[in-house]
């Protein structure tokens, strides 16, 4: 199901021993940034999917939380060390900026971005979604999950071809989904 809705191969692991992946993982279609205490097989099975993996060791280190991204470019969590922004900019071959959304720094969590469109928290302000325009190089819209939830990356994974959203989604958030992300072209 998930393969058919996202046009992907779907390729089973897990992030030290959680299944949680989406908080400990973020990718584009260059490089993949992961938590440091993801295992050895755990990399391999992100390389062999043609990707290169960083592991980021920073005292913020939940990757897909703290880092949002598309093949355009790199928000990332404000306290986040130079050195581990600039390693993410060259594993994903994008510009990186430090920024928040809605005033979190847990940027992954705060909105999801596609090639296509970008759905971000309903307190995003204006100085934050133009810099996630400029960023992202998408419209941005607002939105909820989970019947009101704003935390988007808590209940939405998607990419150009389609989404997935949480079993509590309304019929009205899935129609903002459908639109932010380009789906009713």
Same mark, same amino acid.
């Given at each position: 199901?998930?393969?058919?809705?996202?046009?992907?191969?779907?390729?089973?692991?897990?992030?030290?021993d959680?299944?949680?992946?989406?908080?400990?993982?973020?990718?584009?279609s260059?490089?993949?940034?992961?938590?440091?205490?993801?295992?050895? /097989?755990?990399?391999?099975?992100?390389?062999?999917?043609?990707?290169?993996?960083?592991?980021?060791?920073?005292?913020?280190?939940?990757?897909?939380?703290?880092?949002?991204?598309?093949?355009?470019?790199?928000l990332?969590?404000?306290?986040?060390?130079?050195?581990?922004?600039?390693?993410?900019?060259?594993?994903?071959?994008?510009?990186?900026?430090?920024?928040t959304?809605?005033?979190?720094g847990?940027?992954?969590?705060?909105?999801?971005?596609?090639?296509?469109?970008?759905?971000?928290?309903?307190?995003?302000?204006?100085?934050?979604?133009?810099q996630?325009?400029?960023?992202?190089?998408?419209?941005?819209?607002?939105?909820?999950?989970?019947?009101?939830?704003?935390?988007?990356?808590?209940?939405?994974?998607?990419?150009?071809?389609?989404?997935?959203?949480?079993?509590?989604?309304?019929?009205?958030?899935?129609?903002?989904?459908? /639109?932010?992300?380009?789906?009713?072209?």
């Amino acid at each position: 199901m998930v393969a058919d809705v996202l046009g992907v191969k779907v390729v089973e692991l897990s992030i030290a021993d959680s299944t949680i992946i989406g908080s400990l993982l973020t990718f584009n279609s260059h490089g993949a940034i992961v938590t440091a205490y993801a295992s050895k /097989e755990t990399f391999k099975t992100i390389e062999n999917q043609g990707l290169k993996v960083f592991p980021i060791k920073d005292v913020i280190n939940a990757a897909g939380n703290d880092i949002l991204a598309n093949d355009h470019g790199a928000l990332v969590h404000p306290d986040l060390q130079n050195a581990s922004v600039k390693k993410i900019g060259d594993i994903l071959g994008v510009s990186v900026q430090k920024g928040t959304i809605a005033s979190f720094g847990t940027v992954g969590m705060a909105a999801v971005v596609t090639n296509k469109g970008c759905l971000c928290h309903p307190k995003v302000t204006d100085e934050e979604k133009q810099q996630l325009e400029k960023v992202f190089d998408v419209e941005v819209m607002i939105g909820t999950v989970n019947h009101g939830f704003p935390m988007i990356g808590s209940g939405l994974v998607a990419n150009t071809k389609g989404a997935i959203i949480g079993k509590m989604t309304t019929g009205i958030e899935m129609g903002r989904i459908e /639109e932010a992300l380009g789906f009713l072209e």
